[in-house]
Structures are given as structure tokens and as C-alpha cells.
């Protein structure tokens, strides 16, 4: 138990697009019920934002150092026993009302932006898989259509099933702020800026939210083959999807899936203080350094080859040779986070491609063809 609790009380994780979480600082000391156990929420009311932020780094860094001990147990393992992944078992029409847990913000001072790691109670009831997304359907009426509720928002799920406190009962999503800054005047225009990731972002222990799914199979994680190569390619808080991977392969103690192949991992980020879950990636490198890699593009602090900014696609470039070669042995690619990452990166394997003497376009369909090509942006 006090392993559970060490890691409930460090739930910080990121944000990201409307798509995202965003975190906020909670005030005051929560305790939360989860049926008969209990959420013991800190006191988080920190005089400065970057106070606060060394008190959650402070707080993941606890996690990281409980799970160097061995992986944690969780439960309930039936959660294993399901053959298909569970798709939308709560509609648009008829959503989940669950609890918000916590709401932090994992970003440094100077990131550009607000992102946030946002813990959700379900209570066991809508229960997913890595990979998938929940629909959040925000308070208040759809502006085009008088009467009628808000549209649902999808964010990809940034925890295993078993969530951030081990037990299945909550899920965690990874949310940017979408903030709205008029050309001319160069203020914010709040009528403008998101209206769910904002929703979420200031939202505090114990508000309500509705629910909706889980939703999507392209982004699930091949279990079949334990020993499997997984290449995960992010931009912000697309990280979230991989930030579930990684934590069943690594830090939970599964019986059914004991991970012993290769997990490599490429965030691309504007700088060291918009990193996301940096300690928790950094702690499995430490641990398993011949299971994980973890490459990080810093398109503010470094540069490429060129001498242009270091984009997720430069470092693609640079491992290029590996790349292809673990995709020609069967390894699983993903691509997760905002629509313009993907020309890109096309580009840049077409042009690996042709310097290999291939041709793209077969290349890449044979990976959908044999189902190692996965992704998801928004």
C-alpha cells in the first residue's frame, strides 16, 4: 500500500492541444475516497508557479525512486482478461460522470504554454486500454447549436489501464492549455481559447466531468510478441499514448506481459522546461539501458545537422540507418501529436528511402500492410 500512495500523491503529467491535459495548481489539502480506500492529496497552495513546480518535481521524483525498488503490483489483474479492448461504453448521448482527482502542471517556467497532467476517478466503470482515448464533453451549450451540449473532445489516455494509482479505478490525461492571442494587440482573447482543455485545466478535486468511450484500436499496443521493437515518434503532449506504453513495459509489475525488447522513444518539445514525464523516461534509461532509448529534439535549444532547429524529423534522420533496419525486422512504428508533424517526417523517410535505394511509397505500404505502422494526430 504505501507504494500506491507514493505514486498517487506524485500524479503530475503534462498537457498539451485541446486534445491534451493541462494541469492547475489545487489549493488546500484533498482527501478523496475511491470506494475504501482513500486519495490523500497534498497541500499544494505554493506562493509562485515555479515553487510549485519543484514541489511536483519533487513529488515524481519519489515515484521514480519507488519504482528503482522493483516494479509495482497492481490489480485487479482481470483487467488482463479481456480479449478485445473495450470501445465506447458510454456514448455522446449518454456520458460517464466521473470525478476529477488532481490537476498539475509538469511544465517549467519557460515553456511556451501551459500543460497539464490531469487525474480522472472513474471508479472502475469505464475501463480502456494503452493506446485509446476518452471524449470529454465540457460544461455548457454548443454556440452553433443553441440548447445542445458542447461537441465531445478526444484525448488520447496518458496512463495504463490500471491508471496512476495502480488499482484501475482512474485514468490520466496530458492537456495543453489552448490559449488564443489576438494578431494586432498581441492580448489573449479568452471567448476564443479552447473551451475543453481550458474546462480541464482549471478544473479542481472533485468537480464533475463527462466522459465519453474509450475510443480507437490504431494506436493499441501489439502484445503478441513481448520481445517486439516499438519506435514512438511525439510532438507535445502526444507523448501521452507512449507515457502508458512505457509504464506497463517498465514500471508495473504485469504477469501477463513481461516486456523484454525494445522500446525507443523520440519527443520532440520547444525546450528543457516543456519536456514531459522527463524524470519518470529518464528513471527507465537509468534502469533498463538495453530495453529503452529515449531521444529528446529541442526545436528552441538545439540544433540540426543544418544548422536549422532540431525537429523530431532531424533526429529521425540521424538514426536512419537503425530505423530502417529494426522496421525491415518487424518493429512497430507510432506517430502521435499535432497533424503537422506528419509532412515532415514523410518527407524525411522518403528521401532516407531513395538514399537507400528504395521506394517509399512500397516501403510504407508494407508496413500498413503488415500492421507496424500506427498513428494518431489531431
Known sequence: MATAVAFQVAVSAPAGSDRGVRISGIQGSNNLSFGNKSWIGATLAWESKAARLRHVNKLLCMSVQQASKGKVAVKPLDLESAKEPPLNTYKPKGPYTATIV???RIVGPKAPGETCHIVIDHGGNVPYWEGQSYGIIPPGENPKKPGAPHNVRLYSIASTRYGDSFDGRTTSLCVRRAVYYDPETG?????????CSNFLCNSKPGDKVQVTGPSGKIMLLPEEDPNATHIMIATGTGVAPFRGY?????????PKYRFGGLAWLFLGVANTDSLLYDEEFTSYLNQYPDNFRYDKALSREQKNRNGGKMYVQDKIE??????????????????????????????????VAEQRGESWEQKLSQLKKNKQWHVEVY
Request: charged share 35%; net charge negative.
Open 102 to 104: 488532481s490537476v498539475e
Open 187 to 195: 492580448k489573449e482573447d479568452p471567448s476564443k481559447n479552447g473551451v
Open 246 to 254: 512505457l509504464r506497463r513495459m517498465f514500471m508495473e509489475d504485469v
Open 318 to 351: 540521424e538514426y536512419s540507418d537503425e530505423i530502417f533496419k529494426l522496421l525491415d525486422g518487424g518493429a512497430h512504428i507510432y506517430f502521435c501529436g499535432l497533424k503537422g508533424m506528419m509532412p515532415g517526417i514523410q518527407d524525411t523517410l522518403k528521401k
